[in-house]
């Protein structure tokens, strides 16, 4: 075995002992997530929403939801190429899911929801984008 391959395998072997060394540490307490079931990820789905559904908007954001019959409210994200480039739009739907993750509790459920940011979000503070999100979603079920 030459130098290179060794140290390939070296790395390899490194790797491979970090991913089964045991989670000394950390809690058993589960984490909330964003899962794939709380999101809509077909185009069909988003069309859906916008065609059969009804909208809110505000300073910050244009929300479009209709009711899916299901336990719990699936969210979309559909950011504009015009917000920026994919740093800034990615920031911005990291934010938004953030807000959605903190506030299962809060959200309406049975509903399909897309959410459209204005170009203010970028440069908004996240509180502020927290309380006008939520105010739009609990508008939802009126």
Do not use: C
Request: net charge positive; charged share 30%; glycine share 8%.
């Amino acid at each position: 075995m030459d130098a290179r391959s060794w140290r390939l395998a070296a790395g390899r072997d490194v790797i491979a002992s970090r991913k089964s060394r045991p989670s000394a540490g950390r809690s058993s307490v589960p984490v909330r997530g964003f899962p794939r079931a709380l999101r809509l990820g077909r185009r069909s789905e988003y069309e859906a929403v916008y065609r059969g559904g009804q909208r809110r908007s505000s300073q910050q954001f244009i929300v479009f939801f209709r009711p899916n019959g299901g336990e719990h409210s699936r969210f979309g994200i559909s950011v504009k190429k015009a917000l920026g480039g994919a740093v800034v739009r990615n920031r911005i739907k990291r934010r938004i899911r953030e807000i959605l993750r903190l506030s299962q509790s809060e959200i309406p459920s049975g509903w399909d929801i897309v959410i459209h940011p204005r170009s203010t979000v970028a440069r908004a503070e996240f509180a502020s984008l927290q309380a006008e999100l939520l105010r739009l979603l609990r508008s939802v079920v009126k």
